[in-house]
């Protein structure tokens, strides 16, 4: 029961005390940039409940897909140093939103199109591999079996 309860505690994202102290450190800082990621970052939040079982690959495709959606917004906040103007104007244009949200699901496309092309491959070798030992067990029992026909005559 312990072992169970230690691989679920692993597998989920856990919050620790220096997550809070930087979280606070940018709100104190940079809260419209920090207001700017939040948003974009929301699709990666309703994804993780949605998808509760994707590892760690498939969360790293998305925010791959995601960084590049938030490039322009947050380097927008930035050069505005955070003028909350600004950041509200970047998190309320529809197409910047749009790009968000089908950013996740590209990613998500992407992630479940190479683990069904990665099962297929692996099948297809799996495959090929048990054609060839079956070839090779033909091989052995047919001399096999011409050795023991010529050792009884």
């Known amino acids: ?15 620790k ?9 940018l ?6 940039s920090l207001l700017v990621g939040g948003v974009l970052l ?13 590892d760690r690959q498939r969360m ?7 960084g590049a959606v ?17 950041c509200v104007q970047q998190i309320t244009q529809p197409i910047t939103l749009i790009l968000d949200w089908m950013a996740v699901g590209v990613a998500w496309l992407v992630a479940e199109a190479s683990a069904i092309g ?6 297809d070798f799996a495959r090929r591999e048990r054609r060839a030992i079956e ?11 011409d050795t023991g026909a010529k050792d009884k005559t």
Do not use: C, N, S
Not at 118 to 123: G, I, K, Q, T, V
Not at 135 to 145: N, Q, S, T, V
């Open 42 to 54: 929301l699709p990666l939040v309703v994804l993780h409940f949605v998808d509760p079982d994707a």
């Open 135 to 145: 070839k090779r067990i033909a091989a052995l029992r047919d001399e096999w079996l």
């Open 17 to 25: 005390w220096w997550h809070g102290l930087i979280l606070g450190l």
């Open 70 to 86: 938030m490039v322009h917004p947050l380097r927008t906040a930035w050069l505005a140093h955070g003028d909350w103007q600004t």
């Open 27 to 32: 709100l104190a800082y940079v809260p419209g």
């Open 118 to 123: 990665a099962r297929l491959w692996y099948a």
């Open 60 to 66: 790293m495709i998305v925010l791959f897909y995601l």
């Open 1 to 15: 029961m312990k072992e169970a309860a230690v691989r679920e505690r692993e597998g989920r994202m856990a919050f």
